[in-house]
């Protein structure tokens, strides 16, 4: 049932008595949801999960480690005052319970039956969980596999059935900001583990699986359910102002995004002096309004939104160099003391900006800082027109003394930028400023307010701006911190609409400073393409890890004609030059052969994690484009050579599919060529079916009128040249024979033998599926046809299976290390 405006105030003048001197006044704000769903919720009950699997990891790998842990704990218990033992034991038993209850009636008598409720259906859920899991799933587990593995031994409980609810109690019902009660709560919790461990009924894994797992239930249920809304209204945050001297005559709500801090307008009851009534910081400044009032503008900083934006925040924290200790996540009380302090140095250092009249905290959820009110608009809503010179300018100087007392914004976004009614600059959100800044932070505040001016009013005016006031030199230390990754994540946002913008400040500043060019400066600790490196690797290893465990290596090694091996070998490395030529024949520009090479060799580990048709595509076109190649020619080039291929290999299969029928005509086995004929159909029957969606024949018309758009010129510019045309299609059927032939090799290491037209046939049919298949590198597709197709032609499954295998570890397998090698010699080359 929604609650009226009157009903709040009420319920909030009861849980808070400092509320009742102001609860005539009206807060304008929207209704109060009764619950809400607190990403901080989410992300805490993805890192109980996370640590309860590396519990089972950890165990699983180190079980002689933690079965020494367990006996230590239990031999240096053994001489521990029994006396103490047993009094840790009854405090234990007693008040594990009573805490938690005692807590829920002291809730109850404050009417915040709801949180407990959340809790004890939390409470019910651990408690389901630890009894199906200790009395049916493990014991089900064939030989204890469970118990012993992740747990440390059979005479232990896999978890604590005590102390799971309790822990998922506790972290459901919420006690953040009621330290006795945390401390109370967490040392029986603490003691009955202590139990648990001495009475070797439960280990050390065990109670750390416990904890986690609680901890998971207690924050899923709080996310699923949704955490009573424990922001205070507006009446409590008018409360704290009167408790402050500051005696509120009005209020209404500013409007704001959900995850951004709650602001008020307040009016605050003024003396005939002219100073707010009652109030100690009578001196603020604010601008005196008809009605005898004093205008403030509370920010509250509520507890449950301090874990907004953390994702972005750690990615950030991670990835970029500062050159500052900062957190990702700060305490309710820590982001007050942070945004106070900033303000207060912010002020001292001259720079116009709302005066800090006061700060205080609302309860155990919330916080507040209320300055004197500025009225104006943000510099994103000022017009162009309006965005003169002079107001550019006294932006400069305020930037300048905030530079001179050595304090970083962090954020010098438009919304930052607040111009009065006068046409003055002052400087706000400055919760994320840091006091003492070292130069590396100070220069990329630079080069954050250089772009944002430009995006309004371009990259001339807001560099001849700022020269007037900061001087050529100080200008030019921003050139090398002109990137994207030192943006704020707004700016990256509009600076992709104009990517010359960053290019075109840096001329603007070198016209001014010409010797002052340097290299960007290496802010990211690591880049996008390191985690695919490390992302590629991982996928591989747990990849090929199960193949190569499901094969009997002793009799494959013993039984193979590693001459063969070799020959297959020395096939699969000709495979490379050749797609090299593939490329270089379809681009009119000169490239290097060794170069290109190489780049052939990385797109076999980049295929790792993407389909190979897809990766060869992508990495090819980067190459081109970082060779000097424009961007559409290079697009053109790739996509001429894919064409040939393409047409190729069709009739390639089409000439050794009826070779090969006509070989075999007078058997009565399915021969590959038939193969051939059932794929091209049942394709053909799909692209039929598929084409008859209007959208789908609207999607494939427009990329074959891009193809053709751009393709078809580009071949008609090689057919020109006979020796382009000589290497383009020369390395297209080169290609193909090294594969073939690389195939057949690996069959005849293992004894088998096909006429090389079926071995042809069978090679060009796996690869189209490959090709099409969108798993990495045709991943299983390939392996399963190529299997099937060998058998059909006549080949005994273990020797098909053992034929596959080589050669996927020649084609596919072998080649990822050097593979990785070249993607990283050609990414410090800067060649893709």
């Not at 699983?60 to 034991?89: C, K, M, W």
């Not at 090689?718 to 297209?732: A, E, H, N």
Request: proline share 6%; glycine share 8%.
């Amino acid at each position: 049932m929604t609650q009226t405006h009157d009903e709040r105030t009420e319920r909030a003048t009861r849980s808070d008595p400092g509320t009742a001197a102001t609860a005539a006044v009206t807060v304008d704000e929207p209704a109060r949801p009764n619950r809400v769903r607190r990403s901080s919720d989410a992300f805490r009950f993805a890192a109980s999960l996370l640590g309860l699997a590396a519990v089972i990891l950890l165990v699983s790998f180190a079980q002689q480690t933690t079965r020494g842990i367990q006996t230590d704990i239990t031999e240096g218990t053994a001489h521990a005052p029994h006396a103490l033992l047993a009094l840790a034991t009854l405090a234990s038993s007693f008040g594990v319970l009573a805490v938690p209850v005692a807590f829920a009636v002291e809730r109850l008598l404050h009417r915040d039956g709801q949180r407990v409720a959340v809790a004890l259906l939390a409470a019910t859920i651990a408690f389901a969980l630890t009894v199906l899991l200790d009395g049916w799933e493990i014991p089900a587990a064939p030989g204890g596999v469970l118990d012993s593995l992740i747990w440390g031994g059979t005479g232990t409980a896999p978890l604590h059935t005590d102390i799971t609810p309790v822990i998922a109690f506790v972290t459901a019902v919420g006690m953040a900001g009621r330290t006795r009660w945390q401390t109370a709560a967490w040392l029986m919790i603490g003691l009955a583990a202590l139990t648990g461990l001495t009475a070797a009924y439960a280990s050390v894994a065990a109670l750390t699986a416990t904890y986690f797992l609680g901890r998971a239930i207690g924050h899923g249920t709080l996310y699923a359910v949704g955490a009573p809304n424990t922001r205070p209204p507006g009446a409590a945050v008018l409360g704290a102002l009167e408790r402050l001297g500051l005696r509120p005559a009005r209020a209404e709500r500013v409007p704001a995004p959900a995850d951004e801090p709650r602001c008020y307008l307040v009016g605050v009851a003024r003396d005939p002096d002219g100073s707010p009534a009652d109030a100690s910081p009578a001196d603020a400044t604010g601008p005196a309004l008809p009605c005898g009032e004093w205008q403030l503008r509370v920010h509250v900083l509520d507890r449950d939104l301090q874990t907004a934006g953390l994702p972005y925040r750690l990615w950030r924290l991670a990835r970029l160099r500062s050159g500052a200790p900062r957190r990702a996540l700060r305490s309710l009380r820590r982001s007050l003391e942070q945004e106070s302090l900033m303000s207060y140095a912010v002020t001292a250092s001259g720079v116009r900006t709302p005066r800090l009249v006061a700060t205080a905290e609302v309860g155990t959820e919330a916080a507040l800082l209320a300055y004197a009110h500025v009225p104006g608009r943000r510099l994103d809503d000022v017009p162009d027109e309006e965005l003169t010179d002079a107001l550019l300018t006294d932006v400069w100087r305020q930037f300048r003394r905030l530079q001179a007392a050595r304090l970083a914004h962090r954020r010098l976004e438009g919304d930052a930028i607040l111009v009065d009614d006068e046409g003055r600059p002052h400087l706000v959100e400055l919760g994320a400023g840091e006091i003492a800044a070292g130069d590396l932070l100070l220069r990329l505040d630079l080069a954050q307010l250089l772009t944002t001016l430009a995006l309004r009013v371009g990259p001339e005016r807001a560099v001849r701006t700022a020269s007037g006031v900061l001087g050529e030199k100080a200008l030019a230390s921003a050139v090398p911190l002109l990137q994207r990754v030192a943006l704020s994540r707004g700016t990256r946002s509009a600076v992709r609409h104009d990517k010359e913008l960053l290019t075109r400040i840096r001329e603007q500043i070198l016209r001014l400073e010409p010797e002052s060019e340097a290299p960007p400066i290496r802010l990211e600790r690591f880049r996008p393409r390191t985690i695919f490196s490390i992302v590629a690797l991982t996928a591989a290893a747990y990849i090929v890890v199960p193949q190569l465990g499901s094969v009997d290596l002793p009799h494959l090694l013993a039984t193979a004609n590693w001459w063969w091996a070799l020959v297959g070998l020395a096939a699969a490395a000709a495979t490379y030059p050749a797609a090299a030529w593939m490329v270089m024949g379809f681009v009119p520009e000169r490239l290097s052969l060794w170069r290109t090479v190489l780049v052939q060799l990385a797109a076999s580990f980049v295929k790792l994690v993407a389909p190979a048709a897809v990766t060869g595509v992508a990495l090819n076109t980067r190459y081109l484009q970082r060779s000097g190649v424009r961007p559409g020619p290079a697009v053109a080039s790739v996509g001429a050579s894919q064409l040939a291929g393409m047409v190729i290999h069709i009739l390639l299969l089409i000439m050794f599919g009826f070779l090969t029928g006509s070989a075999a005509n007078a058997t009565r086995d399915l021969a590959p060529s038939r193969t051939v004929v059932i794929a091209l159909l049942a394709l053909a029957v799909v692209a039929s079916v598929a084409l008859a969606v209007p959208r789908v024949r609207r999607l494939v018309a427009g990329r074959l009128r891009d193809m053709f758009s751009g393709v078809v010129p580009r071949l008609v510019d090689v057919l020109q040249s006979p020796g382009k045309m000589l290497t383009g299609f020369g390395g297209t059927i080169l290609l193909t024979v090294g594969f073939v032939v690389c195939l057949d090799a690996s069959i005849r290491a293992f004894g088998g033998e096909l006429p090389w037209t079926a071995v042809a046939v069978v090679f060009l049919t796996a690869n189209a599926v490959g090709s099409a298949a969108p798993t990495p590198g045709g991943l299983g597709a390939v392996e399963a046809s190529l299997a099937l197709a060998l058998t059909i032609s006549g080949l005994p499954a273990e020797t098909a299976a053992s034929a596959v295998l080589l050669f996927r570890l020649l084609t596919f397998w072998l080649p990822v290390l050097p593979g990785w090698g070249a993607f990283t010699y050609l990414q410090r080359k800067k060649a893709i």
